[in-house]
C-alpha cells in the first residue's frame, strides 16, 4: 500500500496563490515521476502538471507560465506553486506517483477559486 499526505488546498480568491505539497511513502518499488492532477466540476480528471525524477516537467497549457512543479526525491514529495489563480482552477488536485507499470493516487485536495 502506498500512502500519500497531501496538503495545500483551500479558498482562494482569484489572483492569489497557493502551494500544494505531496509526500508519498509506503510500498513503492521505483518512481519514474510525481504529479498532479485536477478534477473540475462536471468534468474528467486531465493533468496539471508532472515532474520526472531527473527533473523533467509537464505541464498543461491552461496552466503554464502560472504553475510551478518542483520535488524532492530523496523525501518523494512533489510541489506545486499555483499563482495568478483564476476561477477555472477550481478543481480537486490528485497527488499522482508513476512507479513500476503501475499509478497511485492520493485522496486529492479542493482548491476553489472564487471571490
Known amino acids: 500500500q502506498v500512502q500519500f499526505v497531501e496538503s495545500g488546498g483551500g479558498l482562494v480568491q482569484p489572483g492569489g496563490s497557493l502551494r500544494l505539497s505531496c509526500a508519498a511513502s509506503g510500498s513503492i518499488r521505483s518512481i519514474y515521476a510525481m504529479g498532479w492532477y485536477r478534477q473540475a466540476p462536471g468534468k474528467q480528471r486531465e493533468l496539471a502538471a508532472t515532474i520526472s525524477s531527473g527533473g523533467s516537467t509537464n505541464y498543461a497549457g491552461s496552466v503554464k507560465g502560472r504553475f510551478t512543479i518542483s520535488r524532492d526525491n530523496a523525501k518523494n514529495t512533489v510541489y506545486l506553486q499555483m499563482n495568478s489563480l483564476k476561477p477555472e482552477d477550481t478543481a480537486v488536485y490528485y497527488c499522482?506517483?508513476?512507479?513500476?507499470?503501475?499509478?497511485?493516487w492520493g485522496k486529492g485536495t479542493l482548491v476553489t477559486v472564487s471571490s
Open positions: 499522482n506517483v508513476r512507479g513500476l507499470g503501475v499509478n497511485y
